[in-house]
């Protein structure tokens, strides 16, 4: 497999593009038109390679194990962990692994011999969603050690006394704990606590008790449990419920981790603030917990009193003893969606799906970053998210990044922009997006020399966009969405004349998303898809005069 190590603030492809705009017939200010094509060449159909989309090292996970953080990829073939060595500010090492399109959670034995992995896949079946990876020589690559019945592994945490284990979903049964024993190098189920749980993402373990965090991250709404979690008794093998009061109503348990003799429990919030709760690790009923900031909390790391945690903003400082969440100084570019917290050496290492590492002084705000591209992360085409073309110019979606490549000249550039465009449409040259997760409508006008932008926000529990479409006749940007974590689903519509936006919440029912929108002759057509409900199966259409409200069919 080629390699490339190319910078997350441009790219250059030069094949095949300039062909492409030739036989479509177009200029560079053209939109890009099946019509175009076929006046061009009306009895024959010619499909060019254009070479990669978007290309940009996408990353899903960081875990720092001495001077050296661990990083997992995300939507990249194959799927591999990178060794980036901080004080040096390049990359030492990368281990491909032979199974999963991402990891997500990273874990590390005490000692810091080995490093454990756990995929997200495609499909339930034999293949190990377990790897482990020496780091006495990383040069070595990493290896199978087993799997988990669930599809995808979210969360891992070893024992003081080696053992892992493991949580996750994806299967169409509720998340179970998991074990691996590496003297035995068996995998076993411990049990399933919730059985209404259709998500596990947060474990953190000690010798004798395992914590085990769910909720309803996805296919929530309807009897799906809300936030919960449980100590698992390894000597008793018994689940016990601990869910701190304050976080019964969000939907799932975000984050766990054990600082000192305290359990940090984090919440994922959707119509209201996310919480942090330290809880004593020998007596859980014994806690303090306070409101947190934005809607999500994650990735603890600790300095002292204070523990370190991210949202969907930035970074931020829960103090122990005081119990109190503050934001942290910092006064270098956003951070993105963040999928590491560390710290060394006094500093906050923070690991941003933009594809760069920050060290951050949490004290003064000063920073460093540091491209994980530029220092040696193999950069390889990322699985698309969405795609729209016009204007010249076809915009490909990822994570954390979309492509602009010019049809006329091939040069290609990438925005960065939060989340991932699931789907996108071009009108008189200007991009929009509906983009993931609980980002609204982001827009581009090539020709203003501004950035890419949000033009429209929506109730952050609709996070999850699933079809763009331009009504001709209103004039306006229409987007459908999911719930993840409520059910339901929503209409929104946008006018780029007057930066309007309206919001239609669940226009099918309350439990159906909306997968899809169409318009003509100024009325919006909606699809219902499959919901979760009493285990039956609904789809529905409606109609809807743009922006006026909804009608019945």
């Keep these: ?124 079946g034999p293949k190990p969603n377990l790897f482990r990876w020496g780091l006495s020589n990383l040069g070595a690559k990493a290896t199978p050690v087993g799997r988990i019945g669930d599809r995808d592994v979210r969360d891992l945490s070893v024992a003081p006394n080696g053992r892992l284990y493991a949580v996750g979903g994806g299967s169409g049964t509720a998340p179970a704990l998991w074990e691996y024993d590496p003297a035995t190098g068996t995998v076993s189920n411990l049990g399933v606590p919730d059985a209404g749980a259709t998500l596990a993402r947060a474990v953190a373990a000690t010798d004798s008790t395992i914590f085990f965090g769910a909720g309803s991250t996805l296919g929530g709404g309807g009897s799906a449990s ?78 002292g009193d204070n523990v370190y945690f991210a949202n969907e903003a930035g970074l931020l400082a829960y103090s122990l003893s005081a119990n109190t969440v503050s934001a942290v100084p910092y006064q270098g570019p956003f951070l993105g969606e963040i999928w590491g917290v560390d710290t060394l050496n006094g500093k906050v290492l923070v690991t941003s799906a933009f594809g760069f590492v920050a060290e951050i002084d949490p004290t003064s705000g ?56 699931k789907d996108a449409v071009v009108v008189d040259s200007v991009l929009y997006t509906g983009q993931y997760s609980s980002q609204g409508i982001w827009s581009y006008d090539p020709r203003s020399g501004k950035p890419i932008s949000q033009v429209a926000k929506f109730s952050s529990e609709q ?35 007057t930066g309007k936006s309206g919001f239609f919440l669940n226009p099918v029912d309350k439990v159906q998303l909306v997968r899809a929108v169409t318009a003509r002759d100024g009325v919006a057509y909606l699809g219902g898809g499959p919901a979760r409900n009493g285990g039956t199966w609904h789809r529905c259409g409606v109609r809807s005069r743009s922006g006026q409200g909804i009608v019945a069919p």
């Design 1 to 124: 497999m080629e390699k490339s190590n190319i910078s997350r603030r441009a790219a250059l492809q030069v094949g095949g593009v300039a062909s492409l705009a030739a036989a479509m017939g177009l200029a560079a200010g053209q939109p890009a038109s099946a019509s175009a094509s076929l006046a061009a060449k009306p009895k024959a159909t010619e499909v060019l390679d254009l070479g990669p989309g978007v290309v940009q090292f996408s990353l899903m996970s960081g875990l720092l194990v001495g001077e050296t953080l661990y990083i997992g990829s995300r939507n990249l073939d194959p799927v591999r962990i990178v060794a980036f060595h901080v004080p040096s500010g390049k990359v030492t090492g990368v281990s491909e692994l032979e199974n999963g399109y991402a990891i997500q959670t990273l874990a590390a034995d005490a000692a810091g011999r080995y490093l454990y992995a756990g995929v997200l896949q495609n499909t339930t």
């Design 226 to 303: 809300r936030a919960c979690l449980y100590a698992y008794d390894h000597a008793a093998k018994s689940f016990r419920n601990v869910t701190p009061a304050e976080m019964i109503a969000d939907p799932s348990i975000r984050d766990l981790a054990i600082v000192g003799d305290k359990l940090m429990v984090s919440s994922a919030a959707s119509t209201s603030t996310s919480k942090i709760a330290a809880l004593s690790v020998t007596n859980p009923s014994s806690y303090a917990s306070a409101a947190s900031e934005g809607k999500t909390a994650k990735n603890f790391a600790a300095i």
């Design 463 to 497: 996070n999850r966009p699933l079809d763009v479409h331009w009504d001709e006749v209103n004039k306006l940007v229409l987007v459908c969405a999911q719930a993840d974590t409520e059910g339901g689903g929503s209409l929104w519509t946008y006018d780029p004349r």
């Design 366 to 421: 000063t920073f460093k970053t540091t491209d994980l591209g530029e220092a040696g992360a193999p950069s390889d085409a990322q699985e698309a998210m969405g795609l729209a073309a016009g204007g010249g110019l076809v915009y490909v979606g990822g994570n954390g990044v979309i492509s602009r490549r010019s049809l006329g000249t091939g040069q290609v550039a990438n925005m960065t922009v939060p989340g991932e465009a």
